[in-house]
């Protein structure tokens, strides 16, 4: 089963409590958890473990692995508060789904362009396109559309698709329906405002980079 991915259930919850179930040096795994491992291109949450910084957080299978500083003195068994950074946690939700957005927006309107990679921190998020031309072009259309479905305050629908393997995916009424297992705002109203913005990254490489405005 892994590790409980309570950030699934409530992307909102900012602070709970957890047990400690295997501690090996400096990492630390726990029964059930609110921060987020990297993956799929989403940045780790920034978040404490007792009275412990997390250095990293790792996928491992169904579990996530936490490193702790060296000086820790987590046991196994151990009652602990965790919690995250969660201005940080909140503006990657918002990034993250605004990128989700301008994704479906490609390959709705584009005829399903080669996604080549995909990142998402609090600052901004990115998208990678083999591309024949400048994709700034594609703009005017994807932040019309994109404003159309933030100002339209819709429903983010996000559950399992296969519970046993832990994959997940979200979904708007009459938009669209995605793979995706990361963290994710509740409705698209929350994103308020976004900026587009285009990076040629060479050899026929496009990038659209997505600020929020505020």
Not at 101 to 126: F, V, W
Not at 180 to 188: A, D, E, P, S, V
Request: hydrophobic share 35%; net charge negative; charged share 30%.
């Amino acid at each position: 089963m892994g590790v409980k991915k309570l950030f699934w259930e409530d992307p909102y919850l900012s602070k709970t409590t957890a047990i400690v179930t295997e501690v090996d040096g400096r990492n630390v795994t726990l029964n059930e958890t609110i921060i987020y491992a990297f993956s799929g291109g989403q940045q780790s949450d920034s978040g404490r473990i007792g009275h412990y910084e997390v250095i990293e957080a790792k996928k491992d299978g169904l579990d996530i692995i936490y490193t702790l500083p060296e000086n820790h003195d987590l046991q196994k068994g151990q009652e602990v508060v965790i919690e995250i950074d969660w201005e940080k946690r909140y503006r990657i939700m918002k990034l993250h789904f605004a990128a989700e957005i301008i994704l479906e927006l490609m390959y709705q309107n584009y005829h399903n362009p080669e996604k080549i990679g995909a990142n998402i921190t609090s600052d901004k998020a990115r998208i990678d396109f083999y591309w024949d031309g400048k994709i700034s072009e594609t703009f005017p259309l994807l932040e019309t559309k994109a404003k159309e479905l933030i100002e339209a305050d819709l429903e983010i629908f996000s559950e399992f698709d296969d519970p046993e393997n832990q994959r997940r995916y979200w979904e708007i009424k009459d938009f669209g329906k995605v793979p995706c297992g990361g963290t994710h705002i509740k409705r698209t109203g929350e994103i308020k405002g976004i900026k587009l913005k285009r990076n040629n990254i060479g050899g026929g490489k496009e990038r659209i980079e997505i600020y929020l405005m505020i």
